[in-house]
């Protein structure tokens, strides 16, 4: 036997007390944190391997990241004190990768959010997640970014983000991103953004949640137009009167789209649509969300360097 | 928490730098037999220090203290199955630079962890993460580790060694051997241990 016949050295240089205090108060903090936003934290059982997690965004409602449910039916998740409940697909929205889910067995304990706009980027920001363990699992960085309107890997448009140099355990998918006090900042996927730890912010869940709950459809809306930015001459918006730079050329027109039907031809240069101004692609993908679906719209284009205003009624895209 | 920013921030970077000089006496530079060249630990009994089995693939290694004193070191135990080696160094003064051995038990999920350890050829290089998931015979890291990294220290807020750092298992994640696992490879007879293919040498 080798350890057990001695005695340990007595260890004569311990840290002193004050970086000793400063750290283990930060330990603290960052243990009091995992395990405060673990209390809504939860595991969602909705694909053949390990689970996911998911987010208590109501008393009865949990909200998750859409690819992690492999099915509609036949779902559940446990609730931090073990026990598991049967749950209910409300809605789904894998353009943004966000699905809800109700439970009418389960009281929850919501999710207590960060102000907005208390966030910036180098604070200190942790990952939570419940992959089906008894206890949370956890990782630990800093918000690198947050952003504006973006496009997810699924071509979903989602009108901001949190970037954060956290790692994406397995299983984190649908997870929380919360500030060093435990507060939501975000619902993490591995998807959205082709593996990046990236989180759609609370405020944006809200809207999307809303109107899955309501029942509308999220499908975007849809023109049938290939285009291309082009350069507006100096000579011609002075003709015209106009400020705007760049409009969209119409390079091509599905046969039988809305906008074939509206009558728009090949080499028409977009303004506007709706009223908002149309100098690129992100631009009209933003003006195409789903609420412009069914909406008779007017596009300002110009044709034979003339202006000239053609309506139209956006369609739902074809899946 | 409620932090002064400045003199939160500045007194934490204060901190984990005492810690880390604090750990780094602690650390010794390893190299094995065939080359092989990872981070050791000088532990709270005369004469040990703790490595990673894979650290250390033959009999001997050389053992680099801090101040740079190189000793010869004989591979006393060895565990492939924990990844655990024990190295015997004869030499004085060794006690000073021991270090604090804390209990992994006892960490909760997001506490804060230091790995000090010779990561590429780097002496004492700090790494900062919190504890993943749960504390088990293998502790999961939310840490960026690096090769050298393997049989340093990874210790806890008060700087007490709770793991030993073995390997990385994707970026910024990482695995180490807990305490724990370290004093059941340090206490158990060889035939308890069996199963567990530990080797006398």
């Known amino acids: ?319 | 928490m409620v932090l002064d920013v400045a003199s939160g921030a500045a007194q934490i970077s204060g901190a984990l730098a005492e810690l880390t000089s604090e750990v780094a006496r602690s650390v010794v530079l390893v190299r094995g037999s065939r080359g092989s060249a990872g981070s050791g630990v000088i532990w709270d009994q005369p004469g040990l220090v703790l490595t990673n089995h894979h650290v250390v693939p033959g009999s001997t290694a050389d053992v680099t203290v801090a101040g740079g004193r190189r000793l010869s070191a004989r591979v006393i135990r060895r565990a492939p199955s924990l990844d655990l080696a024990a190295l015997a160094v004869d030499a004085d003064g060794l006690q000073e630079l021991a270090a604090r051995v804390g209990q992994s038990d006892a960490l909760r999920v997001g506490d804060l962890l230091v790995a000090v350890g010779n990561p590429m050829g780097e002496r004492n290089a700090p790494s900062l993460g919190i504890l993943a998931s749960a504390p088990q015979d293998v502790l999961r890291l939310s840490i960026t580790l690096r090769p050298g990294n393997s049989g340093g220290a990874l210790v806890n807020a008060r700087g007490e060694v709770i793991g030993i750092p073995h390997m990385v298992t994707g970026t910024g994640l990482a695995l180490a051997v807990s305490t724990r696992t370290v004093r059941r490879f340090l206490s158990s007879r060889a035939e308890e241990l069996e199963s567990e293919d530990l080797r006398w040498v």
């Open chain 1, 1 to 319: 036997m080798y350890a057990t016949a001695v005695q340990p050295y007595t260890c004569s240089m311990p840290l002193s007390d004050s970086a000793s205090g400063v750290l283990a108060s930060l330990s603290d903090d960052l243990a009091h944190a995992v395990s405060l936003a673990a209390q809504s934290v939860v595991a969602v059982h909705g694909r053949r391997r390990f689970p996911a997690s998911g987010l208590a965004w109501r008393d009865d409602q949990v909200v998750t990241a859409s690819h992690v449910l492999e099915r509609d039916t036949d779902l559940s998740i446990t609730t931090p004190d073990g026990a598991q409940h049967q749950a209910r697909l409300v809605g789904r929205d894998p353009s943004s990768d966000l699905a809800v889910l109700s439970l009418p067995s389960a009281t929850l304990t919501k999710v207590q959010r960060a102000e907005p706009s208390a966030t910036q980027p180098g604070q200190l920001a942790l990952a939570v997640g419940r992959p089906g363990t008894p206890e949370p699992i956890a990782s630990f960085g800093a918000i690198s970014s947050l952003g504006g309107a973006w496009r997810t890997a699924q071509g979903g448009l989602l009108d901001a983000y949190i970037r954060a140099d956290v790692a994406l355990l397995p299983g984190l998918s649908g997870g929380a991103l919360v500030d060093v006090n435990g507060r939501l900042l975000g619902m993490l996927s591995a998807h959205i953004a082709g593996g990046d730890p990236v989180a759609i912010p609370a405020a944006s869940i809200d809207g999307i949640v809303d109107r899955l709950v309501s029942g509308v459809s999220l499908r975007r809306a849809f023109l049938g137009i290939s285009t291309q930015p082009v350069e507006l001459q100096e000579v011609l918006r002075q003709r015209l009167g106009i400020q705007q730079t760049l409009g969209l050329m119409l390079l091509g027109l599905e046969p039988g789209a809305p906008a074939e039907g509206a009558g728009l031809l090949l080499g028409d240069i977009i303004l506007s649509i709706g009223g908002r101004a149309i100098e690129d692609g992100e631009a009209l993908q933003m003006a195409l969300g789903p609420a412009a679906v069914g909406h008779p719209t007017q596009i300002q284009l110009i044709r034979g360097g003339a202006l000239l205003h053609v309506d139209v009624v956006p369609a739902p895209r074809p899946n």
